[in-house]
């Protein structure tokens, strides 16, 4: 049996049919981009297949974790080949499987956050934060912003999506979450993964359990212990990363207006709307104080 070849193909005939939708100036933007990536699991995994599937040819992925058995029910690089692997690594294979011509930086260990600001340069476009590690993701967007660069974010939780764009000009990326502004890293970790910050904010979390349909026993779980992550089903999450990418497009291209924060693609089993985010209310503000006071009297 003859030994197959890789087939040749050039750039406009993988993308043919964007040119339906993209003038070739547009096309010809949309491959010149760089992409930064925080996290390349469930979003940032489909994300980045999506926008190599778009013609983008430039990304930075980071990542520190490997794909373990329970990625598999959503994540699209994750395989029973591929767990145990780095998931920025699978991801710039997956990548280069879709075009050769693309070229990925990977991070795929541990990166202080000094280390991170360093990477986050003018020449990176578009900055996506999407990582399990979101008080990481935060700092990374918070540091994009101060350059100048646009971010998107995309969390589905449950069977709720919301998906919005950070501009420069625009609120910090927390605020749309009501988390305080300014907030170290070890802080916002504590307040999002620690149980003890879950049973303080439990009111303001039903709002995930309820809009996001979790079963009680999931929630109750989810705020008594810290072993229990948001429940997260394939549907969902590719929903958000194909309304994150599209976000991303618009940025690239100027083509349409971008759903900009305080305004959010808010996504549920039974409709798509765009809604703005909820200010925080008093209480809420007055426990973004006693967070602040904390933090300095800690460290």
């Not at 193909?9 to 993988?14: L, T």
């Not at 969390?155 to 009501?178: C, Q, V, W």
Request: hydrophobic share 40%; glycine share 8%; aromatic share 10%.
């Amino acid at each position: 049996m003859a030994e197959s070849k890789p087939y040749d193909f050039s750039y406009d005939e993988i993308f043919e049919r964007n040119y339906g939708i993209f003038t070739r100036e547009e096309q010809e933007k949309i491959k010149n981009a760089k992409i930064m990536l925080i996290g390349c699991g469930g979003m940032g995994g489909a994300m980045a297949i999506i926008l190599a599937r778009s013609g983008i040819e430039n990304f930075v992925l980071i990542d520190p974790d490997i794909y373990e058995p329970t990625n598999m029910n959503r994540q699209l690089c994750c395989f029973e080949d591929t767990c145990g692997r780095p998931k920025a690594i699978v991801t710039k294979e997956h990548l280069m499987k879709i075009n050769p011509g693309i070229k990925a930086e990977t991070y795929e260990k541990e990166m202080p956050i000094e280390s991170l600001e360093d990477l986050i340069k003018e020449d990176i476009d578009v900055l996506i934060g999407v990582a399990d590690d979101f008080p990481f993701a935060i700092l990374a967007m918070r540091m994009a912003k101060k350059n100048g660069i646009p971010c998107v974010i995309g969390y589905p939780t449950g069977m709720l999506a919301r998906i919005t764009t950070i501009l420069p000009d625009g609120p910090e990326a927390e605020e749309p979450f009501g988390i305080p502004k300014g907030l170290s890293y070890k802080t916002l970790h504590s307040i999002m993964f620690s149980k003890k910050y879950r049973q303080m904010f439990r009111g303001t979390l039903e709002y995930y359990k309820n809009e996001g349909e979790w079963t009680d026993e999931w929630f109750e779980k989810f705020i008594t212990t810290d072993k229990y992550p948001f429940p997260q089903i394939a549907p969902v999450v590719l929903a958000a990363a194909s309304l994150a990418s599209l976000e991303v497009l618009k940025l690239i291209t100027g083509k349409w207006e971008t759903v900009a924060a305080p305004k959010y693609w808010h996504i549920k089993p039974n409709y798509a709307s765009i809604d703005e985010f909820d200010p925080p209310d008093i209480k809420r503000r007055f426990g973004s104080v006693i967070l602040k006071i904390k933090e300095k009297l800690v460290g």
